[in-house]
């Protein structure tokens, strides 16, 4: 099997080791204008036989993933497609439409789907009643890609998708994945603080899923002490849910405290199962429809930012 990697920064560089380490895989090339060795590579996709390859692995900024989907798709059938996290920088009422996604297989790179802590909160909601939910994610932006300056990411420039509600959908997949699709929403989606971005570093709403699941959620770029929690009520038990330190704290109406062991995995590891999902049967991934879900949802905050 043949792998084309599009894009080549440093998720980009981590989708081609990894895929390297795939049996299934014999060849890893890349989309890329960078001079490497390592790699056969392509300045421009419209360089590439697409028919060679048997897997695309969509890493560019988030500006380009519609157009180098529309392309692979327009070109392809019967092929395996990874596209990062965001689907898109935004979505309209056509914009999507305009993928045949009957034609390939399509998966986006939300890669917590495979953290085996939110496999265990999944285990947990079949069989409890959910009340509510509170999610908060943040990193303070510069120390978030150490080896590059955070004025010149994606994640500072609107030209290129940035924004923390954009970079940090992941929690959006998941809590749409887990608790059900968010019907309702009030939101504050702002910059607050004096990183030299253009984009949004905070981004806050509350709301309730149509499984009426009332959630409320902070996402931002400004924490100096990196975090990302969940805390779930459910009919019987409470949860705080640590998954940054792989921890699951229950506690029920007596006041019975139990810690649920969870083994930590890498992110290479999340990568390698995700990858691994795409190329077979299993369908954990997110599909291209429930991305376009995300999408929807960051819309709908977007739109009703205070």
Known sequence: MKALVIGFGSIGKRHARVLSDIDAIHTVDVVTRQHIDSYTTYQHLSEVQLEDYDYFVIASETA?????????????????????????????NQRHMLIDETKNKIVIGYTLRFHPILQKVREIIQTEKVYNIIVTCGQYLPTWRPDVDYRQSYSAKKSLGGGVLLDLSHEIDYIQWLFGEVVELKSYQTTISDLEIETDDLCMFIGKTNRKVFINVSLDYISKIPHRHIFINTEQFSYNINLIDHTIAKQGKTGTIANISVPPIDRDRMFHLMHTSTLTEENTASSYAEAVGVMNTVAKIQGAVS
């Open 64 to 92: 380009k993933h519609f157009e180098q989907l529309l392309y692979i798709t327009s070109n392809v059938s019967g092929k395996s497609i990874l596209c990062e996290k965001p689907l898109f920088d935004f979505i309209d």
